[in-house]
């Protein structure tokens, strides 16, 4: 594994220290020996994790670590903060900077190098939805963290994972009124619960009666509804090597036993707001694929998708030697419809006829409009007879109930003229020649009066 690495430390002793042991793992190392140093480089060249000193002049770590996560350019970068303050309350100061965890000096080299790579693995993912968020809208990543928040818009849903009763209530009491908090004391259920629930965290104790915790992260990394909820542990002293284990594994961040109310607060909202604001990256890219692929004004797929998809059912018609038929639909006289009644009439119009459609057709046919005034139908198993019959009913339906448009109800006769074609199955044959067959069909409709199905010729 390969990253960038900022160290910041005002002292050079401790700067080639940690330098040396992370050279050793192969990471590129970057240098910053005061805070302002530090923001500079961040803004400016790609950094994968801040190894953050707290005791720094001029600005410290908290100073440091609260500008790179307020600035939309850096706030994604894990920050680690590396100091000799051991106290708890300097722990959560640190969390509640936003930093993403708090490593007391002397450091283990194993504990530091773990987190590190953990860390790393998660700006990778990251980074990721970033950079399809930005690609695939038409916005900057500062509108997509104009909401970062995100976090406090409702309450944490938590599933707290422990077969001890009194250990449980005294998480819960910790927890109350922090989060909506769900106590399992059977780990195999648990997994289902958390498979189900749509929690916001998971919570594991390392002490579960006759059940490997390790064994339920696992669990919960391999499954597609779980894989990306965070994961606590709540460990034992002593338990270095399984917790180097659990990192390795996936496990996002852990307490070690007797656990503080407010550093199991900080960290639980730490991994919330992560959380969210890489659902909310997703959610952006879902949302913005499905407008690329969507006409705005009816709902239908549009010419892109038609474009991509019409040679996948192609192919695949093709392949299992199953038929494939096509229609092209085109309102009759739209542009009256537009300059006597308005274009605001002229798009309910599109609307309902859109809406129509939907009702004539199967799920598995695939519904688009083209552009303007005309659509498209592809009917995956279904012959050329079939869907001549097809393209009839809706020309009949569509003449026989006018259109009622606006709020006043008024009635607006509508008829509409299609061109069927069908692949050819005893000749070659291709998507471009099928599209121009229904193309040309529609063409004799219109001119042989309109309000017509025309077939193609196989």
């Keep these: 594994m390969t990253a960038r690495i900022l160290v910041v430390d005002d002292v050079p002793a401790n700067v080639k220290l940690l330098e040396a042991r992370l050279l050793a793992e192969y990471f590129e190392v970057l240098v910053a020996h005061n805070g302002a140093e530090a923001l500079e480089i961040c803004e400016n060249s790609k950094v994968d994790v801040v190894l953050l000193d707290v005791m720094m002049p ?37 969390l509640e900077a936003g930093a993403d965890d708090f490593l007391t000096k002397p450091v283990n080299d194993l504990q530091l190098m773990t987190r590190v790579k953990s860390l790393v693995r998660l700006k990778t993912l990251t980074d990721e939805l970033r950079l399809r968020a930005a690609t695939t809208r038409n916005i900057g990543i500062e509108e997509l963290l104009s909401r970062r928040d995100i976090a406090a818009d409702r309450e944490a849903n938590v599933l707290l994972v422990e077969t001890r009763k009194t250990a449980g209530e005294r998480i819960a009491r910790m927890l109350r009124g922090r989060c909506t908090l769900s106590i399992a004391d059977d780990p195999q259920a648990a997994f289902f619960q958390a498979a189900e629930g749509g929690f916001d965290c998971v919570i594991i104790s390392t002490d579960l009666a006759g059940y490997d915790p390790l064994r339920l992260c696992s669990q919960l990394r391999t499954l597609d509804r779980t894989r990306f909820v965070p994961i606590m542990l709540l460990a034992d002293g002593g338990e270095e090597e399984r917790l180097v284990r659990a990192l390795e594994l996936g496990v996002n961040d852990y307490l070690v036993r007797p656990i503080d109310q407010h550093e199991l ?11 969210r604001y890489n659902d909310h990256l997703r959610a952006s890219v879902a949302e913005t694929i499905e407008m690329a692929v969507t006409d705005g004004l009816t709902g239908l797929h549009n010419r892109r998708y038609l474009d991509s998809h019409l040679a996948t059912l192609f192919d695949r018609a093709r392949s299992r030697r199953r038929p494939l038929s096509m229609m092209i639909a085109d309102i009759d006289r739209f542009k009256s419809i537009n300059d006597t009644w308005g274009h605001d009439v002229g798009d309910e119009v599109l609307r309902e006829f859109a809406s129509r459609l939907r009702k004539n057709v199967r799920g598995i046919d695939l519904a688009c409009r083209m552009g303007g005034e005309e659509f498209v139908i592809v009917m995956p198993d279904t012959d050329g007879v079939v869907a001549e019959k097809v393209a009839e009913r809706i020309r009949a339906q569509i003449e026989q109930t006018a259109f009622s448009i606006g709020a006043d ?50």
């Design 58 to 94: 001029d600005m410290d770590g908290f100073e440091v670590c609260r500008r790179l996560k307020a600035d939309p350019v850096t706030h994604h970068v894990p920050v680690v903060m590396v100091t000799a303050l051991d106290q708890v309350s300097d722990r959560v100061r640190g």
């Design 265 to 275: 607060i900080a960290r639980l909202a730490t991994q919330v707001k992560r959380r």
């Design 409 to 458: 109800g008024k009635k607006i006769p509508v008829t509409v003229s299609v061109g069927v074609s069908a692949m050819a199955t005893t000749a070659p044959d291709t998507v471009e020649a099928m599209m121009k067959r229904a193309d040309v069909a529609l063409y004799e409709a219109k001119n042989g009066g309109r309000n017509r199905v025309v077939a193609a010729a196989a």
